[in-house]
T-cell receptor
């Protein structure tokens, strides 16, 4: 079974802090994604990566950066956390999309910025 | 821009009822469509993936169908149970892009 592991289920951080959200997958997947999920807004793509050291902006990249130094690990970084970044953050991974590889999600990280 | 729509947004049914959740998409160049379940405060759990060359996929009480020509997928849940209560999302894979529907929140009442 594919496993996508997010390092924290719950995080509470203060405004202005630098925050790291970590995600690890164990299936040698090329693609990794970071989404945030807010009530009424659905899932919104922040960043994705299709290979090591490669990254692409999603729909809402402002205030975020990412790092993919190893294939299995994709980190989301909030450079200076703000209250409007309080949200559920979901990491996902997949193989090559045009080869019908399914998408797999982690359990999510509920981040609260106070 | 691709759009994926799920109707209804919320659904409440008595236990034992058979039900259908709908997912409509605008991109005819679809590679596959995947259905997920999400429990409150949790991540998304994959239920079924149906490829563009397939018409349906089954897993237990779940059956997903895909009609590319009409841009529709349905998720059929047979003999619903209270444990089926969750939000169900579909996601369209267009080969270079994933597009999520807004979800259907299902409540199955005992």
């Amino acid at each position: 079974d594919v496993k996508v592991t997010q390092s924290s289920r719950y995080l509470v951080k203060r405004t202005g802090e630098k925050v790291f959200l970590e995600c690890v997958q164990d299936m040698d997947h090329e693609n990794m994604f970071w989404y945030r999920q807010d009530p009424g807004l659905g899932l919104r793509l922040i960043y994705f990566s299709y290979d090591v050291k490669m990254k692409e902006k999603g729909d809402i990249p402002e205030g975020y950066s990412v790092s993919r130094e190893k294939k299995e690990r994709f980190s989301l970084i909030l450079e200076s956390a703000s209250t409007n970044q309080t949200s559920m953050y979901l990491c996902a991974s997949s193989g090559v999309l045009w080869e019908n590889s399914p998408l797999h999600f982690g359990n999510g990280t509920r981040l609260t910025v106070t | 821009k691709q759009e994926v729509t799920q109707i209804p947004a919320a659904l409440s049914v008595p236990e034992g009822e058979n039900l259908v959740l709908n997912c409509s998409f605008t991109d005819s160049a679809i590679y596959n469509l995947q259905w997920f379940r999400q429990d409150p405060g949790k991540g998304l759990t994959s239920l079924l993936l149906i490829q563009s060359s397939q018409r349906e996929q089954t897993s237990g009480r779940l059956n997903a169908s895909l009609d590319k020509s009409s841009g529709r997928s349905t998720l059929y849940i047979a003999a619903s149970q209270p444990g089926d209560s969750a939000t169900y999302l579909c996601v369209e894979n267009a080969g270079n892009m994933l597009t999520f529907g807004g979800g259907t929140r299902l409540m199955v009442k005992p």
